[in-house]
């Protein structure tokens, strides 16, 4: 809709039973949406501007900021090497801003945790590998078990800081002086720094080269300040974390399907596994995950077999 001063506006409405709504009465706290759309304002993130809420009744008047970076992209190829630089150089200048959170804000009450990627990596196990009709063996237990110990306490070591959980093509909208603003942030939380990087550069939405991807990290590493030996470890730590996050993501296809009816997701099985696969050529090194590579391409296999992949 119009706003009277010509302002594209667009009205959103949580149900009275959606997350938000629940955990903003149990904590007695605006809702998570309003929170951190304010912290990140305040840091000079671009976010849609609000207009009006009456947050008891779950509904909110915010702007409209027109298309995502994936619609974008789609219609103006030529254009994403500079947008997507803009949106890892955007990630690490927040990232800094947001280095010292105030005292009590909701970022800072959650984390992405040794429970929480644990719980991840078993999704990926029930949804990604048992729905579909596979039983693990207990060698292939035993090694997803080792592969998941290795996976858990190796991000938990990296810099952690503000995350914003879901950082991809679908919720950053490019707006017509071609600078990106953020959406969909309410699930802010501390986690790794490169989390948001492999939303963004490992998007199951989206496919791209090492050397686009190269580029990228090197335009965030500039961003960020970070020294040579700083810029070699976030590669890995981007594989590392593809590992985990990818391996999720599948799980979660499925179980939107199975659970939902939704379908939709089920052609991004495959693209999403291909990522887990090329991470995993690259931590050959690594004992802790042999054994790993040959669970994700039987799931490769099963997903082309039954056309979970791009038509």
Not at 79 to 108: F, H, K, M, N, W
Request: aromatic share 8%; net charge negative.
């Amino acid at each position: 809709m119009r706003r009277e001063t010509g302002e594209l506006a667009m009205v959103m409405w949580l149900p009275e039973d959606a997350p938000e709504r629940e955990l903003s009465r149990k904590l007695g706290r605006p809702l998570p949406f309003l929170e951190v759309r304010e912290l990140l304002e305040k840091a000079r993130v671009r976010v849609p501007r609000l207009f009006g809420a009456l947050p008891d009744e779950g509904l909110l008047v915010v702007e409209d900021l027109g298309e995502t970076l994936a619609e974008r992209c789609a219609r103006d190829p030529a254009a994403r090497p500079q947008l997507y630089e803009r949106a890892v150089t955007d990630l690490a200048v927040a990232q800094r801003a947001l280095a010292e959170l105030p005292a009590g804000c909701i970022v800072s009450t959650r984390r992405l945790d040794r429970e929480l990627l644990g719980w991840e990596l078993a999704h990926f196990r029930e949804w990604g590998v048992e729905a579909l009709g596979v039983a693990l063996s207990g060698e292939e237990r035993a090694t997803f078990g080792r592969a998941t110990s290795f996976l858990v306490d190796t991000i938990m070591s990296f810099p952690q800081g503000f995350t914003h959980r879901d950082y991809q093509s679908r919720n950053l909208l490019v707006l017509p002086d071609d600078s990106v603003a953020w959406i969909d942030f309410q699930d802010a939380l501390l986690g790794p720094r490169a989390y948001d990087l492999v939303a963004l550069l490992r998007d199951s939405y989206q496919e791209f080269d090492s050397a686009f991807v190269e580029a990228r990290l090197d335009d965030y590493a500039r961003a960020s300040g970070a020294s040579d030996v700083e810029r070699r470890a976030l590669a890995f730590e981007l594989d590392v974390i593809t590992v985990q996050r990818k391996l999720k993501d599948a799980g979660r296809f499925v179980f939107f399907e199975r659970t939902r009816g939704d379908a939709s997701y089920l052609r991004y099985f495959v693209p999403t596994l291909e990522m887990v696969r090329g991470a995993l050529s690259r931590l050959g090194e690594y004992p802790e995950l042999d054994g790993l590579s040959e669970i994700v391409t039987r799931q490769i296999e099963i997903g082309r077999s039954r056309g979970m992949l791009p038509a």
